[in-house]
Every structure is written in C-alpha cells, then in structure tokens.
C-alpha cells in the first residue's frame, strides 16, 4: 500500500472489500430478508472458530471506491449489511453517506472492538472474548448476538446481556461446527431464559452465501 493509498484509507474514501453480494440474511433479527452484503477485510480480534479467517489481512483484499461499491450495492437492494472482518476497523462515514443518500437501510455486524463510525440503522453487536466491545456501543446495539461454543460461553451471554439496553434483541448462536451439541443446551438455556432466542444459520442450510 502506498501512501496516497493508506490516506485514502483512513479517510474511507477507499477500502479493503473482500466481497461483495446479494443474499438473503441467514441470521439474527432479520433472517430470511434480502440484503446486500460488503464484507469489508482487517480484523485482529482473532476467534480460533472464525469461517472466514481469510478476511482477517485487510492487504488481502482490493481497495476498492467507497461510494462505487455504495452505487453497486443499491442498484441490487436498498438493506445493505456490513460485515467483515471486522467493519469497524475503518471509517465508515463515506460508504455510510452514500448509501443513505440512495435511500438505504444500513445494517452492520460488529465485535464492537473498534469505535464507532458510520450512519447505521441496525447494529448486530457480537461480541468476542478476546477483543471485548467498546462501552460506547452497548447502549446503541439493536441486537446481541452470542456464539456458542462451549458451556463458557452461557455464562459469557448472560454478562454481555447485562450490559445493553432492554429493548436490545437477544440471540445465541451455536458455533456451525457445534450445532449438533450445542443446540440442545441452547434449547434448554433458552426456556429457563425466555427473553433470549435462537439464531440460526439458515443460510448455510439453504446453501447461499
């Protein structure tokens, strides 16, 4: 990367895009809507269980325009989804801006590890044991959503749900190489604890990105 390039970077004028797609949402919340995902690259947060670990070296990817991939995405659907990666690990106001200005609903999904950037309408908050939320985005978060490994990670829920507001959505995740253990422990949690639910990956069930 060259210097006029790491400047262009760090403005978010341009960025690490690792792909670009139009799916339908396989998670949380809004599972089951279509959507248009930028799944931007850099991310040193480092779950061991990652499923796109190759996301993580940002030099791995192209820089790309933030306000042409903004112009592709609307062109295909006006819910757009950033993902990584990390997303916050770059400045998110230009993509933001842009897709606002073409009349977008922006949603993003977060470690919550970076500070905050962007104009985002829904915030998927999925927070990590080894790179912990900035205490900036508890409150904002529209959605948590825990990944479940190990038993640890009930215990790790219940703290992370203690810390955003009540009206945030509650889901746990089982770990896509765990589901067949985990679910079960998942179901059992989930009606001694009803304000949370399950997520899903419907997606790799349907066979999509």
């Known amino acids: 990367m060259n210097k006029e390039e790491d400047i262009l970077l760090k403005e978010g004028k341009m960025l690490p895009v690792m792909e670009h797609f139009y799916t339908i949402q396989g998670e949380g919340a809004h599972t089951g809507k279509a959507a248009y995902f930028i799944r931007l690259g850099g991310c040193d947060v480092g779950c061991h269980w990652c499923d796109v670990k190759e996301s993580w070296d940002p030099t791995l990817h192209p820089l790309m325009n933030a306000e042409e991939i903004a112009e592709t995405a609307a062109k295909h659907c006006k819910t757009i989804v950033l993902t990584g990666g990390e997303p916050l690990?770059?400045?998110?106001?230009?993509?933001?801006?842009?897709?606002?200005?073409?009349?977008?609903?922006?949603?993003?999904?977060?470690?919550?590890a970076y500070p905050m950037s962007g104009q985002l309408d829904w915030i998927t908050l999925s927070p990590k044991k080894t790179g912990l939320p900035k205490e900036e985005i508890y409150a904002k978060a529209h959605?948590?959503?825990?990944?479940?490994?190990?038993?640890?990670?009930?215990?790790?829920?219940?703290?992370?749900?203690?810390?955003?507001?009540?009206?945030?959505?509650?889901?746990?995740?089982?770990?896509?190489?765990?589901?067949d253990a985990m679910y079960p422990k998942m179901t059992d949690f989930i009606l001694e604890n009803p304000r949370w639910q399950a997520s899903v990956q419907t997606h790799k069930y349907l066979n999509i990105p």
């Open 89 to 112: 690990m770059w400045n998110l106001d230009i993509l933001t801006s842009k897709l606002k200005e073409l009349g977008c609903t922006i949603h993003i999904e977060t470690s919550g």
């Open 143 to 179: 959605e948590l959503k825990v990944i479940i490994f190990n038993n640890n990670d009930f215990i790790f829920a219940q703290e992370q749900a203690e810390k955003v507001s009540e009206n945030c959505r509650l889901y746990l995740q089982s770990e896509w190489s765990k589901r």
